[in-house]
């Protein structure tokens, strides 16, 4: 635990206890009394709220809508099934202010539906929560659906054989040995909804405003920073209360799973009825995923003299977006890349560290450090951009003018979701196989490699994309500490998109439709990475 206790202390607690302290300790001293007076504001009130029930709402419909496409591609095979699993997982990386806009030409003025039947949701919470269904989607899918691929389906073919209904084996069987991973799901489903930005400020209009939304409208507009210290520490709070009450849930149901190839589980569809199961997750993906991204890409090749490649050309020249960059916006391609590989590394060493040690549940700390790791995903990503600012400026942690702070940033997100990913398995692992190991004379590292990694290579290769992913698609800390002449792909795009003018709207679509074809293509080797014969993953 040394090493990501020293990550977490000097890279996240650091930083956001030192912007916050600015917000509420003045010469007087602390200001702990003025908690009580934003707090008893009838807007930050409605905002709370707000807050939380949207979050539930989408969490709930979320889980609705990817379950069905979870159990499909652990148990069944069909053709296209790596190319749908990684264009289901794109919508997850892409900044949130792509989704917004992309949502706002489907469900706004002039978009799809006004077109076709003259409706309009924009500005009403029905978009907020699809768009949020759009962007974690591809969580429990791949959450879920990694440990269900795992499960060993003769388990509740004997419920079956039993006496068990189909609906009664798999609720009695499968789903107490699913709950760790869809609990893990609803968490992160639950945090990216609460601590929403990009979507519900574009898609909400003036009458809805998250937290986080809140947040940066007193930091950056008002310049209120006390107010926006409060706010943060309520978000924390509720987070933090969040997930130790997830902890405990997930300590109590904690088995140990009877784990199978994955390729042993899986199948063609056999009958009408899985036949329509999987035609209605394709058409799910069809309406929710494919169509919000192929506006993306149809409006990035719609010029002003018609259809052609004219942004994309514009985005080999800086001159062609004025004083915005200092390097092409082409440019961010490769430093994206670069990033968000060496945030990769850093989350995986940190996270797989983390979650080995969690496995060994040793003590109330330990148990207590599996909760903080989650708390970047809850805490304002203004809040860690500023605090990386303020901090991270005096030798020996001068590093405001490094390119390493970027990746840092990014790996403070990615390493939630290395543990998550990786604690379900690792736990599911029988203690059992490690005493034998070690009774034969291996040493602990040698019952490591020989026991647990050959279970849990497919999860690390998941966390290994799902770090990359993420780290390619993150955008509210980056935007703060990425140098104007090495932006990154959303720094980019959002930069154009705020700045008006069609030729930039239209290169931020060409650029918004490259990340997406990077991170297709990213995902697409991964899911061809195998890491056995018998094609484990």
Known sequence: MALPVAFFAVFFAYPVTAIVGRGLRTGAGWQFGRIGEVLARPDILD???????????????????????????ARFDFPGKQVLRAVVTVPFVLPTVVVGTAFLALLGRGGFLDELWGVRLDTTVWAILLAHVFFNYAVVVRTVGGLWSQLDPRQ????????????????????????????????????????????????????????????????????????????????FTAVGAILAVHARTVRRRETALKLVDPAQTARRPRGAGQWTLLGGVLLTALLLILLPLGVLVERSFDGPDGYGLGYYQALRSAG????????????????????????????????GLAAAALTRRAGRLVRGFDALLMLPLGVSAVT?????????????????????LVPLAQALVGVPFVVRTMLPVLRAVDHRLREAAAVLGASPLRAWREVDLPLVRRAVL???????????????????????????????????????????????????????????????????VRTDRSGEF
């Open 320 to 351: 062609a977006s004025g004083s915005t960059f200092l390097v092409a916006p082409l440019e961010a391609v490769g430093n994206s890349l670069q990033y968000a590989l060496v945030a990769t590394l850093i989350a995986l060493v940190v996270g």
């Open 462 to 528: 998941v966390a290994a994309g799902f770090a990359f992913a993420v780290s390619l698609g993150e955008f509210g800390a980056t935007v703060f500490i990425a140098r104007p002449d090495n932006p990154t792909l959303p720094v980019a795009v959002a930069r154009l998109l705020g700045r008006s003018g069609e030729l930039n709207y239209g290169q931020a679509m060409a650029l918004s439709t490259i990340l997406m074809l990077v991170c297709a293509v990213s995902l697409l080797l991964l899911e061809r």
């Open 156 to 235: 509740e073919e004997a419920a079956q054989v039993l006496g068990a209904g189909r609906f009664a084996a798999w609720r009695r069987v499968t789903l107490p040995a699913l709950a760790p991973a869809v609990a893990a799901a609803v968490l992160m489903v639950f945090l990216f909804t609460f601590t929403s930005f990009g979507v519900v400020q574009i898609l909400g209009g003036p009458s809805y405003s998250t937290l986080e939304v809140e947040v940066y409208r007193q930091t950056a507009q008002l310049l209120d920073l006390p107010t926006a210290a409060v706010l943060t520490l309520v978000q």
């Open 47 to 73: 905002v709370l709220w707000f807050t939380t029930w949207q979050a539930l709402a989408s969490t709930a419909l979320t889980l609705v809508v990817a379950l069905p496409g979870a159990y499909v591609f």
């Open 384 to 404: 860690v951009g500023f605090g990386f600012l303020i901090t991270l400026d005096e030798p020996p942690l001068d590093l405001r003018t490094s390119w390493i």
